[in-house]
């Protein structure tokens, strides 16, 4: 009896198990409130490998061309290498020709897949021929197509009675001496078998000077994934729809008050301390943020100053700052930093009072002492 109590508990509790588990997957999705977008271009993930040969190009025809040497047929890798891998042996095969510096700028045109689009223009180039069916890479020889390295001999015979095909500023030429020469151009993914089939044999007829080799990148099964793009910020924003009646002249009064009384509390204001004066004067309090406001305002006209009177103006804002309470001195100098046009003829002025003064002390010592 004891033992079929047991086995009844038991089977209540593991036919209960997912629906604990779906609790617990219910309550941290509740608890997690993070908000994730991506943004994802029109057109399919593009290959690393593309985009570096890309990169290279910017650098220099050149080394398009040698880096295109030593990558022919690393493709193959991707299949049995992970992402990552594959990745660095792409940065591995670029740092043969290039610096650490210019590596550093590899990666980071990888982060952002700035030449993704460059990839993706070639794809559409080909996609007007349109590529025949069935290709993995072909070559145009004048308007004429083939899938056949063998039938490239052929179409090169009467290549010339045909119209010359248009190329294209970013269009990637094998290095030779001649220009009139038959345009065979290569669609092909560069880093797989078939173009490295294609590419040795066009290289050569190109060395000879039989040819003017082009390539342009094709991808005959592109991949599934989405190309999402990186740089772009998303903000969500929420919107209360709640409003409040507000009086706006007490709004506007009171934040004029209280800027006022932000600024220039414990600050001195022509010779008046109001800080002081309103712990003194409470019942006035009102009255004097007024009279605050009316010399604070007159403070703010900016008068032009004679050349010499800009001699001790940084002395003068120095010596207030100095000679304010350590925790006001920040706000002082902040003040007078982001104001300092308008502060110069208050710090004059100051300054005339205490050489008039100065001026009065020494003249009444002479009086008396000589």
């Given at each position: 009896?004891?033992?079929?109590?047991?086995?009844c508990v038991v089977q209540l509790l593991l036919g209960?198990?997912?629906?604990?588990?779906?609790?617990?997957?219910?309550?941290?999705?509740?608890?997690?409130?993070?908000?994730?977008?991506?943004?994802?271009?029109?057109?399919?993930?593009?290959?690393?490998?593309?985009?570096?040969?890309?990169?290279?190009?910017?650098?220099?025809?050149?080394?398009?061309?040698?880096?295109?040497?030593?990558?022919?047929?690393?493709?193959?890798?991707?299949?049995?290498?992970?992402?990552?891998?594959?990745?660095?042996?792409?940065?591995?095969?670029?740092?043969?020709?290039?610096?650490?510096?210019?590596?550093?700028?590899?990666?980071?045109?990888?982060?952002?897949?700035?030449?993704?689009?460059?990839?993706?223009?070639?794809?559409?180039?080909?996609?007007?021929?349109?590529?025949?069916?069935?290709?993995?890479?072909?070559?145009?020889?004048?308007?004429?197509?083939?899938?056949?390295?063998?039938?490239?001999?052929?179409?090169?015979?009467?290549?010339?009675?045909?119209?010359?095909?248009?190329?294209?500023?970013?269009?990637?030429?094998?290095?030779?001496?001649?220009?009139?020469?038959?345009?065979?151009?290569?669609?092909?993914?560069?880093?797989?078998?078939i173009f490295g089939k294609f590419h040795k044999v066009l290289s050569e007829k190109a060395r000879r000077?039989?040819?003017?080799?082009?390539?342009?990148?094709?991808?005959?099964?592109?991949?599934?994934?989405?190309?999402?793009?990186?740089?772009?910020?998303?903000?969500?924003?929420?919107?209360?729809?709640?409003?409040?009646?507000?009086?706006?002249?007490?709004?506007?009064?009171?934040?004029?008050?209280?800027?006022?009384?932000?600024?220039?509390?414990?600050?001195?204001?022509?010779?008046?301390?109001?800080?002081?004066?309103?712990?003194?004067?409470?019942?006035?309090?009102?009255?004097?943020?007024?009279?605050?406001?009316?010399?604070?305002?007159?403070?703010?006209?900016?008068?032009?100053?004679?050349?010499?009177?800009?001699?001790?103006?940084?002395?003068?804002?120095?010596?207030?700052?100095?000679?304010?309470?350590?925790?006001?001195?920040?706000?002082?100098?902040?003040?007078?930093?982001?104001?300092?046009?308008?502060?110069?003829?208050?710090?004059?002025?100051?300054?005339?009072?205490?050489?008039?003064?100065?001026?009065?002390?020494?003249?009444?010592?002479?009086?008396?002492?000589?």
């Amino acid at each position: 009896m004891a033992a079929g109590r047991t086995l009844c508990v038991v089977q209540l509790l593991l036919g209960s198990m997912p629906l604990w588990l779906s609790l617990l997957g219910a309550t941290t999705a509740s608890a997690s409130k993070a908000v994730t977008a991506r943004l994802a271009a029109k057109w399919p993930e593009t290959p690393l490998l593309l985009e570096a040969s890309e990169f290279m190009a910017e650098e220099s025809n050149e080394k398009f061309w040698q880096f295109l040497e030593t990558v022919q047929e690393l493709a193959i890798y991707k299949q049995t290498e992970s992402d990552y891998s594959y990745y660095n042996l792409i940065l591995k095969k670029a740092g043969q020709f290039l610096d650490n510096l210019h590596i550093n700028l590899l990666k980071f045109a990888f982060s952002i897949r700035a030449y993704s689009p460059t990839v993706q223009m070639f794809q559409q180039i080909a996609a007007d021929e349109p590529p025949p069916d069935g290709c993995h890479a072909f070559v145009v020889v004048h308007k004429e197509h083939t899938c056949k390295t063998n039938d490239i001999k052929k179409l090169l015979k009467k290549a010339t009675s045909r119209p010359r095909p248009y190329l294209f500023k970013g269009d990637h030429k094998f290095p030779t001496n001649k220009e009139n020469l038959p345009v065979v151009i290569l669609y092909a993914e560069m880093g797989t078998r078939i173009f490295g089939k294609f590419h040795k044999v066009l290289s050569e007829k190109a060395r000879r000077g039989e040819i003017l080799y082009v390539l342009r990148h094709y991808i005959q099964k592109p991949s599934s994934r989405k190309m999402y793009l990186s740089g772009y910020g998303v903000e969500l924003a929420i919107k209360s729809t709640e409003y409040k009646a507000l009086d706006d002249t007490q709004v506007k009064n009171l934040a004029v008050n209280n800027t006022v009384e932000d600024e220039t509390e414990a600050s001195e204001v022509q010779g008046f301390l109001f800080g002081r004066l309103k712990e003194i004067h409470s019942e006035l309090r009102d009255n004097l943020t007024a009279f605050q406001k009316y010399l604070i305002e007159s403070n703010k006209e900016m008068m032009p100053l004679k050349v010499w009177e800009l001699q001790d103006l940084s002395f003068q804002a120095a010596s207030q700052i100095m000679s304010t309470p350590v925790y006001d001195a920040i706000k002082l100098m902040k003040d007078i930093s982001q104001n300092y046009p308008v502060k110069a003829s208050m710090m004059m002025s100051v300054l005339d009072c205490k050489q008039q003064s100065g001026v009065a002390v020494k003249n009444l010592r002479s009086q008396y002492l000589y």
